[in-house]
T-cell receptor, first 114, second 109 residues
Framework: NAGVTQTPKFQVLKTGQSMTLQCAQD?????MSWYRQDPGMGLRLIHY???????DQGEVPNGYNVSRSTTEDFPLRLLSAAPSQTSVYFC?????????????FGEGSWLTVV | DAKTTQPPSMDCAEGRAANLPCNHS???????VYWYRQIHSQGPQYIIH???NNETNEMASLIITEDRKSSTLILPHATLRDTAVYYC??????????FGTGTSLTVIP
């Protein structure tokens, strides 16, 4: 029973490099989302998807791309990493985004951009 | 979605009830109140949610005032493992979950 799986758990990037944070869920959830959490802060929504082929922006989408080619996977791409993107990234999923449906989070990916 | 206001930090003695308040004075009739918690460095964990009625599950109780402008999360017998940041969220159907900065609860031995 894997739930929401994120990889990698830790990553160090140089400024300007690109990379992809992977997120997979095995619960057949329609809704998936990415959050970032900076030290001492709450979670901020980056991008979300309500189903395969559908994505939309959250609060802080700049510098990130997403795609949803399958129900299971929702990768987050950093196009040209900047030190301001140093953060912990959480992927989440739920059956759908209706009220009453709880969301399940992955364990986080720690990203440092130097 | 309605803005929620929570105290930044609280302490609670181990074994006592922890009562965490949340103000959501602009909440609309179809917005649910959710509570999540985040134990250090882990992904947030669902606790409980409700619309109008008080709710109880194996983790906690949620008390919502009659006018729905505020709510209280109650952990009946706090343990050291309940030390975490607790997030109160007011969410409407079809909208996203927006997290604030929450309340940092410290359970003291």
């Amino acid at each position: 029973n894997a739930g929401v799986t994120q990889t990698p758990k830790f990553q160090v990037l140089k400024t300007g490099q690109s990379m992809t944070l992977q997120c997979a869920q095995d619960m057949n959830h329609e809704y998936m989302s990415w959050y970032r959490q900076d030290p001492g802060m709450g979670l901020r929504l980056i991008h979300y998807s309500v189903g395969a082929g559908i994505t939309d922006q959250g609060e802080v989408p700049n510098g990130y791309n997403v795609s949803r080619s399958t129900t299971e996977d929702f990768p987050l791409r950093l196009l040209s990493a900047a030190p301001s993107q140093t953060s912990v990234y959480f992927c989440a999923s739920s059956i759908d985004r209706e009220a009453g449906n709880t969301i399940y989070f992955g364990e986080g990916s720690w990203l440092t951009v130097v | 979605d309605a803005k929620t206001t929570q105290p930044p930090s609280m302490d609670c003695a181990e074994g006592r009830a922890a009562n965490l308040p949340c103000n959501h004075s602009t909440i609309s009739g179809n917005e649910y109140v959710y509570w999540y918690r985040q134990i250090h460095s882990q992904g947030p964990q669902y606790i409980i949610h409700g619309l109008k009625n008080n709710e109880t599950n194996e983790m906690a109780s949620l008390i919502i005032t009659e006018d729905r402008k505020s709510s209280t999360l109650i952990l009946p017998h706090a343990t050291l493992r309940d030390t975490a940041v607790y997030y109160c969220i007011a969410k409407q159907t079809g909208n996203q979950f927006y997290f604030g900065t929450g309340t940092s609860l410290t359970v003291i031995p």
